[in-house]
């Protein structure tokens, strides 16, 4: 039985026609590419990630606070910071029994030790019920800085 489909050899094209039969290889220098992608975008990821989730500079906690007659509340916070050498501002605020913020003060932290101890008191609009720290910073307005 000769010529049947079994006996069928591969056809034979001519050299140098059609080009390399071999497959090719995978190019490298698209992987290295890739990788060094990838690793550019985890490391902004990360510093930026570190930029707005890090320890802050100046931080504070409420220690205490107790109601004053006159619709009034006292707070002691203590104020950490990164740099003592420089003076900050907390804000402090109290709060009625809804939750909303009914008073509010701007607290100057002078430059010195890196641990603070203050104590203020709070004019309330109406009965403040509690006292917390809203925020602090080394932005200092000029209406509280001395000339």
Do not use: H, Q
Request: proline share 7%; net charge positive.
């Amino acid at each position: 039985m000769a010529g049947g489909p079994a006996e069928t050899a591969a056809p034979v094209l001519p050299e140098g026609r059609y080009g390399s039969t071999r497959p090719k290889a995978p190019r490298r220098w698209r992987r290295w590419l890739f990788l060094a992608i990838a690793l550019l975008v985890s490391g902004v990821i990360a510093w930026v990630a570190y930029v707005n989730l890090g320890s802050a500079p100046i931080d504070a906690e409420r220690v205490a606070f107790r109601g004053e007659p006159g619709n009034a509340m006292e707070i002691t916070i203590n104020v950490t910071r990164d740099d003592n050498n420089r003076a900050g501002v907390c804000i402090v605020r109290v709060r009625d029994k809804t939750g909303a913020e009914s008073g509010r003060k701007e607290l100057l932290i002078p430059a010195g030790a890196k641990y603070s101890r203050m104590t203020t008191t709070i004019k309330s609009i109406g009965e403040p019920v509690t006292a917390d720290v809203y925020g602090c910073s080394y932005d200092i307005p000029d209406y509280l800085s001395t000339p």
